[in-house]
């Protein structure tokens, strides 16, 4: 959808609530091509085969660097990934290290996708925080850009005259429309016509705006419903940054294949994807026995659900 479609249709629903929500809210769907999604579901299926286990993954959706609409037509799958059954982290130097990679080939990010393994999909606390961290990497690069109306002056108008101009400003804008005074503008008793006053008011400026974009697409081992969210952060011309959003999105999938070859993905998952195993931490000296003896107890740290680091000894 070009720059131009997108403003008919936000025209189309012009001078109602609705108009503001789709301004703010311009992309509202995810696409991914049957081939590529496919393609995702493979990996997710592999690599439980590959290495015998119930097994999550990740990767990003890619698309050819040339193409100007939003649709996913390629899944990547990400290299050097230890993986669990639970869930997988991303960092910032992950997206940037994979980004460069995909780069060289010809390809652009548009956002990430994960296996649940034999689990439902949906977004874990984790995927969340995932799903930002893709989202700041991806942003300043990965954007449509909307033009966005605001009124110039807004409520409160206060008029002046000027000698034979009209100066009219905003109660709380520092912008002023400056009119010459046609005959006939002012009231007799020299008010502005309601009409043109309220036509003032609406004069709105509109002005480019850029919404960086993520895309988020969570599928399992076992062929399940896909789900999908869709981040977006807003980049306007006097250069603020809006927060950061991510919300359930409508996955739509369009047609576009991609030739799996089988034997080629396996090796790819053997080389880039290893099972995690836990790591005991074997502790010295940890605590006494009943006897007064230094316990030859262990523990244990670094299993998969436990958050920090891991230690080996
Ligand atoms: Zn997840």
């Not at 479609?5 to 703010?24: G, H, I, M, P, Y």
């Not at 709105?204 to 981040?231: D, H, K, M």
């Not at 502790?283 to 006494?288: D, E, M, P, S």
Request: hydrophobic letters at 35%; aromatic letters at 8%.
């Amino acid at each position: 959808m070009s720059i131009n479609d997108l403003d008919k249709l936000l025209e189309q629903t012009e001078s109602n609530e609705n108009t503001v929500k789709q301004a703010r809210n311009p992309i509202s769907q995810v696409y991914i091509t049957k081939g590529a999604l496919n393609k995702a579901y493979t990996y997710a299926e592999l690599v439980c085969d590959v290495l015998g286990d119930s097994l999550e993954c990740y990767g990003f959706l890619i698309t050819p660097k040339e193409s100007k609409d939003r649709v996913a037509r390629d899944v990547y799958l990400a290299p050097n990934q230890i993986v669990s059954g639970a869930d997988v982290t991303i960092e910032g130097e992950d997206v940037i290290r994979a980004g460069r990679e995909i780069d060289a080939s010809g390809y652009k990010v548009l956002g990430w996708w994960h296996s649940h393994a034999n689990f439902n999909t949906f977004h874990s606390g984790t995927d969340d925080k995932n799903m930002i961290t893709v989202l700041n990497e991806l942003a300043p690069t990965n954007y449509i850009t909307v033009r966005k109306k605001t009124p110039i002056l807004g409520e409160g108008l206060k008029v002046r005259r000027r000698k034979n101009n009209l100066v009219i400003s905003g109660k709380d804008s520092k912008k002023r429309i400056i009119i010459g005074m046609p005959e006939g503008i002012l009231r007799p008793e020299g008010t502005l016509d309601s009409k043109i006053l309220s036509d003032i008011q609406n004069l709105q400026l509109s002005t480019p705006a850029r919404i960086g974009f993520a895309y988020s697409v969570v599928v399992n081992a076992i062929r399940g419903e896909p789900y999908c969210e869709l981040a977006t952060k807003e980049f306007c011309h006097s250069c603020y940054e809006g927060e950061e959003k991510s919300r359930e999105a409508n996955l739509r999938v369009v047609e576009g294949d991609l030739i799996l070859n089988e034997k080629d993905m396996r090796e790819e998952i053997e080389e880039k994807v290893s099972k995690f195993s836990p790591v005991f931490k074997v502790g010295k000296n940890f605590g006494k026995n009943r006897r007064g003896k230094k316990s030859k107890k262990t523990f244990f740290s670094g299993w998969p659900w436990e958050s920090g680091p891991l230690f080996v000894d």
